[in-house]
């Protein structure tokens, strides 16, 4: 399984004017297409973030 993975701590823009403060985010593109979005947040009580691209 080819997976790509990398980090950035950068806004996260999610829907219509839904912006999330992103401390650690990694995404993984893992070889069947689909995009997995792992948000540390911690202060904001949100954990992971599934997005299929």
Do not use: H
Not at 13 to 35: F, H, K, Q, W, Y
Request: net charge negative.
């Amino acid at each position: 399984m080819d997976q790509k993975l990398f980090t950035s701590s950068s806004l996260l823009t999610s829907g219509p004017g839904t912006r999330l403060g992103v401390i650690n985010m990694s995404v993984c593109v893992a070889g069947d297409g689909r995009e997995f979005v792992y948000c540390d947040c911690s202060s904001n009580g949100k954990s992971v973030l599934d997005m299929e691209g």
